[in-house]
């Protein structure tokens, strides 16, 4: 009887071990892959190019006097002991992470420009800690992950190559990378709500949070007169964004359920018929275009809608360019 | 190691979300624990010095590519903020502001000091300057007093604000933070 029930328990690892192994080993197109890798190299160029265009560069990343870096005197990082703090390691580092963000735009050694990327990115985070944001981390573990990904199988100089020496990039490619970046959006979510410890965000407050942001001088874009014409609006946004935060790891449920749609089960059905994944979906998208429009973060919400592609399977993504083609042709044909 | 390679491939990645789970685990900070529930404290230290054990393996790569799994988005959102003032005075005049955070009419070195990059100094965690606040200010002096040769001094302050329970906010006057630099100490 022990035995049995050992026996049926090592039975259910083992058939779990084995449906963990095919998840991982799945196959797909990579057009969402690729849509990230340039989405994610054309919003962290246009920030780097921010900083040259300010005429930022050395202030940021070099030591008093010529800027306010921060070097450690007991533990330098690796760039400031190869080549010295100052005005042209900040030049440097800046150069390496542009050129890197340009190659991995075009799909040029992509997997060496994702690893040059993400080591001098890091250097730039660590001589300028309080200007390395969230959004920094997250784009430095996105394009490490898409380095061991095969974002480059199209619309890339890689491909190009490969298909003119006769080696053409395979048609479908890992979809792990795609999986793990949805994770990593899912977790990213889960964890902001867990960590939202002001009282702003809970009904002790009355849901206020959004509202106090939106009327503060240092991120507001627009003169905070306007928030209180729609305040309530504030809170029910307030609540939406923890909804939708801590309630994030229902997405891979909504999205299992939608890829498994022809199986039985209430739940499924449900999530199904009130199309729960594309709520959650057009939820985030309207969050950050929200945020874009009301306050200056910068490239948080650029780089996070970068990573949305990831959400969808590339048969959706096709679909969805198709729709797009047939109704610019219509609108052709009817100009 | 083909034929091996798509289970060895999902281990590390289970690994992978594992050491990432740990690693974002949302252990309060020991101060806030210390303060707000004493009797937990020692067991949450317990768990914390436990959970960095755990990571003490992948630290150097997290060291080296400086990722973390904690995410903390606007993680407080209090009523009590602060409105940064950039201002400079001349010989024997009254101070005159150069820039406000959120007022267009003194909005002088408002693209440097509002790119996300910059304001990521200045701006206070919280009630918490940033450790870079007083690297920042002294460049920020130095530059005013460069393009300004009419200033002797310049400054960098935090003016307390009050945001109001239905928006919008109302300036306290309370100068919070200041850092100042006169001409005659860089001469």
Redesign the interface.
Known sequence: MRRAGLTSVRTRIARW?GD??A???RREAPTALVMVRIGVAVVLLA?LM??WR?D?IE??WAP??D??A?VSPKNPPWSVRWFGAGPDLAFGLWLAAVIACCAMAIGAATRVACVVF??V??QL??L???????ID?LM??VV?ILAFSACNARWSVDAWVRRKIGKPMPETVPA?PRY?LF?QLI???F??G?????S??FPSA?F???????????F?RF???W??AI?PL?RVATVVTMLFELGAPAMILFTWWHVTADRPGRLRRWSNKLRLRWVWIATGIGFHLGIALTM?????PWGMLAVYPVLFHPDEIARGAAWIRSRVRRGKSAG | VSRWWPSIRAALILLACMIGVIDGCPVPPHDQTRKYAPEWAPTILEIDRFRLGLLKPVRPIADLTLIRQKWSLFSGASLRRFQMRLEGKPRDGQWKTLFRAGDDDVAMYADMLHYRRIRGVWNPSGQRLRGGYDRFCKWMNTRVLADHPEFDQSRVVLERIQIGADGGYTPTGELLHERLLDRRSIR
């Open positions: 071990a963990w192994v998840l991982w080993n920030d921010t900083a300010l930022l202030v940021l008093p006097p800027g306010f921060y993400v080591l990115y890091a985070g660590v300028a800690p309080d200007s390395d944001r969230g981390v430095r573990i490490g792990w793990l994770a977790w990213m979510y964890s902001s867990q960590n939202k410890a002001g702003e965000w009355g206020t949070a959004l509202g106090n942001v939106l009327s503060d001088p240092h507001a003169d905070p007169g928030v209180e305040h504030t200056q973060l910068g490239i948080f």
